[in-house]
């Protein structure tokens, strides 16, 4: 399983402000998340600030997936798709990219930077593909800083002792 205890031991770890970017990927079940076990297996090392969530096809993430993730507290968001060539429902990874255009537009309508957010096709073949992509996207992330939305977002326990 991808991020295990034994797999991943890098941190990205802003030791200055204590920020510790949080960083949804949702990858596909047949290419990008066995690139992200093949990275584990071969004990590539990513941030563990990546944590994953599977899809059965990059085409099935809708902007309500990526603004939801933002919503819970992610300061950055990833999807990872097969080639258009490899999508094993033919045109998931095409439909994936003409999403990602619109969710790009929404999300900074949202005031959040699009920077926050990244595409990119990922083989089940590509494990340090996947591994050099998460450590990039989670410098960048870094170096943005906490999302805009979190910060002045409420947590179900905030909302909860309000009431
Ligand atoms: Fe991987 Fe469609 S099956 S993007």
């Known amino acids: 399983m991808p991020n295990s205890k034994n797999t991943v031991t890098q941190q990205s770890h802003d030791k200055t402000t204590g920020f510790e970017p949080k960083i949804v990927a949702f990858c596909c079940n047949w290419c990008s998340y066995p690139a992200a076990d093949g990275a584990g297996v071969a004990r590539l090392q990513y941030p563990t600030n990546i944590k994953i969530v599977r899809v059965m096809c990059g085409g099935r993430v809708t902007p309500s997936f990526v603004l939801k993730a933002f919503e819970l507290g992610a ?66 992330i870094r170096k943005l800083g906490p999302s805009a939305i979190k910060k002045n977002s409420y947590t179900l326990n905030e909302i909860i002792e309000d009431e």
């Open 75 to 140: 300061d950055g968001v990833l999807v990872a798709t097969c080639h258009f060539e490899d999508c094993h429902y033919m045109f998931g990874a095409r439909k994936a990219a003409d999403i990602h255009k619109i969710t790009e537009r929404l999300t900074e309508m949202l005031g959040i930077e699009k920077e926050r957010l990244k595409l990119d096709w990922i083989s089940s073949a590509e494990a340090s593909k996947f591994a050099r992509v998460a450590k990039e996207f989670t410098e960048t």
